[in-house]
């Protein structure tokens, strides 16, 4: 898509998500753009052509788009059509130590003219309340994933023991695949129990992780003594703690990204930036170029503020499906046609299913287009095996694009928790 259809794209949606004059005006006006230069008698399509159009000449296109993803998070149109404005994909965008390197360079930028100490009380309270929360969510997403590594380890273990959701007799089960398998997951509970013993809200999660701990050595006992009945009691508890912690530190997690300040941020130091350009006074040159650099350190900020916000609600939406892949699976062998009108259902797995994958053009979501397609032509003939087999389609193409999503928020995370130093630094400069 060239550049003149990527606008054409986010002017179309933001159209449709604003049609009504009075309520564009708002949004222009909270963008910080000039109303009296833009026509709101006609067509919703004309005056946002002249608003985005107003936005790109006056480098307000992310405030615009900013105030349109936080009224309509769940729009999953705006997030990708904002991705393909800015560059894709996300995940390669920022090098490492990249968003550290620009909140060290604010420091120097912030003392370079007398009249910037203004903006400082705020910009000080911000990145105040950025350091609070920036550790906790970058713990939540490590904790997050161990608990899916988790997930995964118990199920090659679940086919290990159990036959079509059966277990499986001592005589029947391969001990050797067994053990090997058993030392991965036992090792990923090391792990989680260590990482979480470690974090700053150790406390809350403590009650768990003190379970997991006793499972994993009466796991080792019960593997070493080939005790089956004690094995699936162990394996039950390990599936209690997976379906209801994993789903908890996303919601954390969430609430962390959620409450951090960084569009703040990003919106005070442009307003910075614009008054550093139209100041009157004159300027040496090496002033001139740092203004540049801080301009150009803003528009990363801005960048990296947009791909958290996606990133966080893709991740939460896959959380969410996730779960109800969980709760669905019970019933295909129980209930078929109970499984078949919760399918259906106007906020059912399939909606959710098609909102995932809506104006994605990438192979993953063609695939489980089809698959959503073949999962409904087996529920039509009422064949059990097409629909496990559909199913279980729809749920494998659903957990590969929520591991790049989660890879890539992980990636998010860490590279805002490598600020930490230069913020400590950057507020004591700001002291």
């Known amino acids: 898509m060239n550049e003149l259809n990527k606008v054409s794209h986010l002017r179309d949606i933001l159209a449709d998500l604003y049609p009504v004059a009075a309520n564009a005006r708002r949004v222009v006006s909270d963008a910080r753009l000039s109303a009296r230069l833009i026509d709101f008698g006609g067509a919703a399509i004309d005056f946002w052509h002249s608003i985005v159009q107003q936005a790109e000449n006056a480098n307000r296109l992310y405030a615009l788009v900013r105030i349109a993803l936080k009224e309509y998070p769940e729009n999953t149109s705006l997030h990708w059509a904002w991705t393909e404005y800015v560059g894709s994909p996300l995940s390669g965008r920022f090098a490492d130590g990249?968003?550290?390197?620009?909140?060290?360079?604010?420091?120097?930028?912030?003392?370079?003219?007398?009249?910037?100490?203004?903006?400082?009380?705020?910009?000080?309270?911000?990145?105040?309340?950025?350091?609070?929360?920036?550790?906790?969510?970058?713990?939540?997403?490590?904790?997050?994933?161990?608990?899916?590594?988790?997930?995964?380890?118990?199920?090659?273990?679940?086919?290990?023991?159990?036959?079509?959701?059966?277990?499986?007799?001592?005589?029947?089960?391969?001990?050797?695949?067994?053990?090997?398998?058993?030392?991965?997951?036992?090792?990923?509970?090391?792990?989680?129990?260590?990482?979480?013993?470690?974090?700053?809200?150790?406390?809350?999660?403590?009650?768990?992780?003190?379970?997991?701990?006793?499972?994993?050595?009466?796991?080792?006992?019960?593997?070493?003594?080939?005790?089956?009945?004690?094995?699936?009691?162990?394996?039950?508890?390990?599936?209690?703690?997976?379906?209801?912690?994993?789903?908890?530190m996303n919601d954390r997690m969430i609430e962390r990204a959620h409450a951090l300040p960084l569009g703040d941020l990003v919106q005070m130091l442009a307003d910075l930036h614009a008054d550093m350009l139209n100041t009157n006074e004159a300027l040496p040159e090496t002033s001139t170029q740092q203004i540049k650099i801080f301009g150009e350190d803003v528009a990363v900020l801005a960048q990296l503020e947009i791909e958290l916000l996606t990133l966080r609600d893709e991740h939460d939406r896959c959380q969410q499906i996730h779960n109800e892949f969980r709760l669905e699976q019970p019933n295909l062998a129980r209930n078929l046609q109970r499984f078949q009108r919760r399918w259906l259902k106007a906020r059912g797995l399939k909606i959710k299913l098609e909102g995932l994958r809506a104006n994605q053009n990438e192979d993953w979501a063609n695939h489980l287009h089809s698959s959503i397609q073949q999962l409904d032509g087996a529920l039509e003939q009422q064949n059990i095996t097409h629909v496990r087999g559909a199913f279980e389609a729809c749920l494998s193409i659903m957990l590969r694009r929520f591991n790049q999503v989660d890879y890539d928020f992980h990636r998010l995370c860490m590279l805002l928790n490598e600020a930490g130093g230069p913020l400590d630094k950057l507020l004591e400069t700001l002291t």
């Open 98 to 248: 990249q968003f550290a390197e620009v909140i060290d360079r604010l420091g120097g930028t912030t003392k370079l003219l007398p009249w910037v100490e203004q903006h400082l009380p705020g910009v000080r309270a911000i990145l105040q309340n950025a350091r609070q929360q920036i550790r906790p969510l970058a713990e939540y997403k490590n904790i997050h994933d161990l608990l899916q590594q988790l997930e995964s380890d118990y199920g090659v273990i679940f086919i290990e023991l159990y036959e079509d959701d059966i277990l499986l007799s001592v005589e029947n089960i391969r001990w050797s695949g067994l053990g090997r398998n058993c030392s991965r997951l036992l090792i990923t509970l090391d792990r989680l129990c260590h990482s979480a013993a470690t974090v700053s809200f150790a406390d809350d999660v403590a009650d768990w992780c003190e379970d997991l701990t006793l499972v994993s050595t009466a796991f080792y006992n019960a593997l070493k003594q080939r005790d089956v009945e004690q094995l699936d009691h162990l394996m039950n508890e390990l599936y209690s703690v997976i379906s209801t912690q994993t789903s908890r």
